[in-house]
């Protein structure tokens, strides 16, 4: 059982920056690969960013392309989130996931491959 701790939102003016991260404890870390996904007030949750176990590949939504970077550091069990120039429209609740996985450049898209979620992380960008 992999258990995973999301922390570092807040308020943040647009244009503005926040890093994220998720802390995981209970699995062998660098076998996992892990994503953020965001979920705002009356929406679906969405894909935002995903690595792989050994941190050689990574994967963006359009939406945040050149403004977020994901990054990991396997001797600390934590997944990072640096999100810059912030929008509005970025505001949402940030969940980390992890799920198992045997290729080393891959990290899913999808949610339903991921076994194990946070708790969130509330994250409001406004003026």
């Known amino acids: 059982q992999v258990e995973l701790v999301e922390s570092g939102g807040g308020l943040v003016q647009p244009g503005g920056s926040l890093r994220l991260s998720c802390a995981a404890s209970g699995g062998t870390f660098s076998t996992y690969a892990m994503g953020w996904f965001r979920q705002a007030p009356g929406k679906e949750r969405e894909f935002v960013a995903s690595?792989?176990?050994?941190?050689?590949?990574?994967y963006y939504a359009d939406s945040v392309k050149g403004r977020f970077t994901i990054s990991r550091d396997n001797t600390e069990n934590t997944v990072y989130l640096q999100m810059n120039s912030l929008e509005p429209e970025d505001t949402a609740v940030y969940y980390c996931?992890?799920?198992?996985?045997?290729?080393?450049?891959?990290?899913?898209?999808?949610?339903?491959?991921?076994?194990?979620w946070g708790q969130g992380t509330q994250v409001t960008v406004s003026s």
């Open positions: 690595i792989s176990r050994r941190g050689g590949g990574t």
């Open positions: 996931a992890a799920g198992p996985m045997g290729y080393n450049n891959y990290a899913p898209t999808s949610g339903t491959q991921y076994s194990y």
